[in-house]
């Protein structure tokens, strides 16, 4: 009986101490919470305030981030009213801070990344030209009676920032006294960026245009505004209607970064945003930008610059998404109502879902690619 016990003791002794020399089993996840790889750290706001930019201040924020376990830091020009510092915007000091400050983030090991302009909102600059801007949709109108000759000027519309260009001049008889109008009308056509949907519509409307009784009359104004069109018997409308800058900027960025709002719709007005900004840093960074380097990232921060419902393109973009002409519906944008209710309401419904598309492609989509492009994220 002793024999036996001692038999089956010794191989329990065994096998103990076999468990204690080999090392616990390592839980990933456990390990992953204790030693985070660089790409699970936190980043922080690194607002630079309004040109307060020393490289003493730039090395001990760095180091500081450094220190308490961050991954890195998102830059932010911005004013917010507090005192002007002494580095100007895009000056070359700031560039060279801005370099200093990349080339010390590679030094303790943090990645960085840069808002797309100054201010947090949203894509704009000195750089961008009123041409380039965000466009808004602009009328003036004058009422005459037929048959007559009209020879005259017609009034241009509403213009910020001098300048305007023409999109169309139309006529259609006057309607003959009350109008159906167009609920939430302001943001249904674009001219607010307040979130709407089509509404019920009347099934007996007053006062609305019919689509056949529209005349194109673009190709009888000249370039010094002056029309000359043989009038029908009848009161008619003359409609003049063209575009102009929305006159929104970037903010809140230092005076020296502050300027127009590029336009959301146009590639072309991107590339001309990107080139005023983000190239010329890259350019001054070289091999310090770009995948896996320290300058890594980029982003359009929050967005705060209102509504745009016209462009260059517009037209054109709005026939290849949507199928039709949207010229005879321009009168649509002073609040009328064109061919009937259900129809103007979808035309409606058709402008902010090809305003919505081009936001998607051509900016938000858009910029992603140029980021792709220079080996940055977005």
């Not at 468990?19 to 922080?44: C, E, I, K, M, Y």
């Not at 960025?253 to 840093?281: R, Y």
């Not at 770009?290 to 026939?319: C, H, M, V």
Request: proline share 7%.
């Amino acid at each position: 009986m002793k024999m036996k016990m001692n038999q089956f003791v010794l191989p329990l002794a065994s096998a103990t101490l076999f468990a204690l020399s080999v090392p616990a089993f390592a839980d990933p996840l456990d390990d992953g919470f204790q030693n985070p790889p660089d790409s699970a750290r936190p980043q922080t706001w690194w607002h630079w305030m309004n040109g307060n930019i020393t490289k003493a201040g730039i090395t001990a924020d760095l180091e500081a981030m450094k220190q308490i376990g961050l991954g890195g830091a998102t830059i932010v020009n911005v004013d917010c009213g507090i005192p002007r510092g002494p580095v100007v915007f895009m000056s070359p000091e700031w560039q060279d801070d801005f370099k200093f400050a990349v080339q010390e983030a590679d030094r303790v090991g943090l990645h960085l990344c840069v808002e797309n302009c100054a201010g947090w909102s949203s894509s704009g600059g000195p750089w961008i030209t009123a041409s380039n801007a965000m466009q808004k949709i602009t009328t003036s109108e004058v009422r005459v009676t037929g048959p007559s000759q009209f020879d005259d000027a017609l009034p241009q519309p509403p213009t910020k920032l001098d300048f305007y260009r023409d999109i169309a001049v139309l006529a259609f008889p006057a309607p003959a006294g009350k109008v159906t109008q167009i609920s939430d009308f302001r943001s249904k056509a674009g001219f607010d960026d307040r979130a709407v949907l089509s509404s019920a519509v009347s099934s007996n409307p007053m006062g609305s245009i019919p689509l056949n009784r529209i005349v194109d009359l673009t190709s009888k104004l000249n370039r010094n505004g002056q029309l000359h069109w043989r009038v029908p018997a009848g009161n008619w409308i003359l409609l003049r209607v063209g575009y102009t800058p929305v006159g929104v900027d970037n903010h809140p960025a230092p005076v020296e970064g502050t300027g127009l709002e590029c336009d959301k719709f146009s590639t072309a007005a991107l590339d001309a945003h990107w080139n005023g900004f983000m190239q010329k840093v890259l350019d001054d960074l070289g091999p310090l930008a770009g995948p896996g380097k320290t300058l890594n990232s980029s982003l359009i921060d929050s967005y705060e610059t209102g509504d745009q419902n016209w462009s260059p393109a517009f037209r054109e973009e709005f026939r290849k998404r949507r199928g039709y002409d949207l010229l005879k519906y321009l009168p649509v944008f002073t609040d009328r109502v064109v061919g009937n209710p259900a129809l103007t309401e979808r035309f409606l419904w058709d402008v902010r879902r090809t305003i919505a598309d081009l936001f998607a492609d051509n900016y938000y989509g858009y910029f992603s690619e140029l980021c792709r492009e220079h080996g940055l994220f977005s």
